[in-house]
């Protein structure tokens, strides 16, 4: 069991495992595909050997997933890149620190297995978000339909 105080001092207890692709669908459809069919929370890739998903669990409830799935970008040279998606933690446990924590796991993970380089298609509105865990733009802002303006943003890990 690891522990977090968080900037309110209030102790939050979790656990982070790896799940499987259809626990990272529940929390997907309600924080990013609200009200959309369950079927859009499915991503290419998400059931490849090589795709990683975890999940952050309070009181054994998971509340939070992040997803790494071995994709390039050819705005990044290094070869060993992985694609971090479907960053989320359920609205209530927001701004707490779990984002934090559970996208710091998965990057050590990946570092283990030699991963020099962690990119994502960023929502705008989360993007100071990733810029707090030390990730930078790449590029220039572009839109997905019915989400909104995105920044490719990556880290060397
Ligand atoms: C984005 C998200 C995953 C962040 O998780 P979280 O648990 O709320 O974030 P944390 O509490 O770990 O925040 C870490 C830091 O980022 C900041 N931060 C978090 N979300 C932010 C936001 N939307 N805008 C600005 N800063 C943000 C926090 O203030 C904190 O900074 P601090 O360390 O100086 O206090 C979560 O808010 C979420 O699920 N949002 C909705 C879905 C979404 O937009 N996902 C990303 C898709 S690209």
């Not at 998971?62 to 990044?76: A, H, P, Q, R």
Request: charged content about 20%; proline content about 1%.
């Amino acid at each position: 069991m690891l522990s977090l105080i968080n900037t309110t001092s209030i102790k939050l207890d979790y656990k982070i495992r790896l799940i499987n692709t259809e626990e990272a669908y529940i929390i997907r459809h309600s924080v990013l595909r609200v009200g959309k069919p369950i079927e859009s929370c499915a991503f290419d890739g998400d059931n490849l050997e090589t795709t990683f998903h975890f999940g952050i669990f309070l009181k054994n409830d998971l509340i939070g997933v992040c997803t790494f799935l071995k994709n390039s970008n050819n705005l990044i040279t290094e070869t060993s890149q992985y694609q971090l998606r479907g960053m989320a933690i359920l609205e209530k446990f927001q701004k707490k620190g779990l984002g934090n924590v559970i996208l710091n796991y998965g990057e050590n993970f990946l570092k283990t297995k030699n991963t020099q380089i962690i990119w994502c298609n960023a929502r705008e509105k989360a993007s100071n978000f990733y810029k707090k865990s030390h990730y930078k733009i790449i590029g220039n802002p572009f839109n997905i339909k019915e989400i909104g303006i995105h920044y490719i943003m990556y880290k060397v890990l």
